[in-house]
């Protein structure tokens, strides 16, 4: 696996007799460096911090590691309960862009998949949905917007020719808003587009500090911490779609989860259709 940096290669390699995290460099000069002294064992996929210095990985155990690339050294941040292999081989992480947050889903004591958030800097893992459903795969938007994952929610039976209900399609797309100024994706939005002159005489001489906010607020924010005990809640039907919400939300400027918007497949449509 390349790192985002595209300077490093990182593999596992038995050659000490043991499968260790190896590093050489991506343009193949250069000799290459064990990183790790870890015993017995298996690992699996490799997932690198943006930064390229961290990365984190799964073994045998069901142990979620992180490892510091440059000491080499491993930390065991959480634990899995019934990831067997074909669980530890579809383990996926996903990193914010500032690299201090990782993201991931593992399994509860009722075998449902749960999405949990780790901070590098403070060493404080949250799990961050209820676990009443399936829920996996987060991946964070590269803005520090919003949180995505796969949650299996809805239920629509049918009955089928075996004389037994089928649940089909029942995975969603859900999208969550990291800091309470972040809006839903689906949120409605104006379709009058005013003309360049008035938003010109709009913006003479009044709106400078305004200027100024909107590029003091563009670009990446970073996740600064997670309530604590926050979870992603019951969904309630609204509009012909769906959203839950997360209780006790912290005051102050620190980001926190906000209510969630569950994209279901007959809410997508193409660019620039229109909703009936």
Known sequence: ??????????????????????LRSADGTGA???????????????????DSTKIVFVDQAMNVNLCDVATGAVS???????????????????????????????DNPGRKSVIFLYDTKDKKLDQVTSGFYDDSEPAFDPDGKYLYYISGR?????????????????????????????????APRDDVEEGKKDEAKKDDGKNDSTKADKTKAAGFRPLARVTSGARIERLAPIYGMEIAAIPACVP?????????????????????ARRS
Do not use: C
Request: no cysteine.
């Open 1 to 22: 696996m390349i790192s985002p940096d595209g300077k490093t290669l990182a593999y596992w390699s038995d050659k000490t007799g043991e499968y260790q995290l190896t």
């Open 154 to 186: 809805t239920f629509e039976p049918s009955y089928g020719t075996d004389l037994t209900w089928i649940y089909a399609n029942t995975d969603n797309i859900v999208a969550v808003p990291l800091r309470v100024d972040v809006p839903s994706p689906l």
């Open 252 to 272: 102050g400027p620190a980001f926190h989860f906000v209510p969630v918007m569950v994209i279901r497949s007959h809410d997508v449509q193409p660019a620039g």
């Open 76 to 106: 065991r941040i959480d634990k899995g309960l019934y990831m067997f292999e074909e669980a530890l081989e579809h383990f996926s992480a996903s990193w914010s862009a500032d690299s201090r947050w990782v993201s991931y889903g593992r």
């Open 32 to 50: 290459e460096r064990t990183v790790t002294r870890l015993g017995p064992g298996f690992r699996y996929h490799i997932f690198w911090s943006p």
